[in-house]
Nanobody
Framework: QVQLVESGGGSVQAGGSLRLSCAVS????????MAWFRQAPGKEREGVAV????????YYADSVKGRFTISQDNAKNTLYLLMNSLKPEDTAMYYC?????????????????????WGQGTQVTVSS
């Protein structure tokens, strides 16, 4: 089992920045992916960013490319999402997720069903 706890959400004006954190504990896999998803009211959960732990690659949705950065601190067992130049359309509940060593994406897109472990979410609200 893997436990994930997000923090760092909040309210910010458009153009501002936030850094989300996800504390990871439990079983350690040798090779896996971690991702940030988000879900706005009435919309499907979408993958925002993925990091291939042990592989050094990352993926970003087109909507956040150039503004968001996913990273991890192995010493602190923490995943981060740095969000710059925030827009009102970034408003959503943000979740971190762990894929337990399986596929990270399908057809180049992270799918919620590929990720086995989830945090409880942290709300991000961007006002115009």
């Amino acid at each position: 089992q893997v436990q994930l706890v997000e923090s760092g959400g909040g309210s910010v004006q458009a153009g501002g920045s936030l850094r989300l954190s996800c504390a990871v504990s439990g079983y350690t896999y040798s090779s896996y992916c971690m991702a940030w998803f988000r879900q706005a009211p009435g919309k499907e959960r979408e993958g925002v960013a993925v990091i291939y732990v042990g592989g050094g690659r990352s993926y970003y949705a087109d909507s956040v490319k150039g503004r968001f950065t996913i990273s991890q601190d192995n010493a602190k067992n923490t995943l981060y999402l740095l969000m710059n130049s925030l827009k009102p359309e970034d408003t959503a509940m943000y979740y971190c997720a762990h894929n337990a060593g399986g596929l990270c994406t399908v057809a180049g897109t992270p799918r919620p069903g590929l990720y086995k472990f989830w945090g409880q979410g942290t709300q991000v609200t961007v006002s115009s």
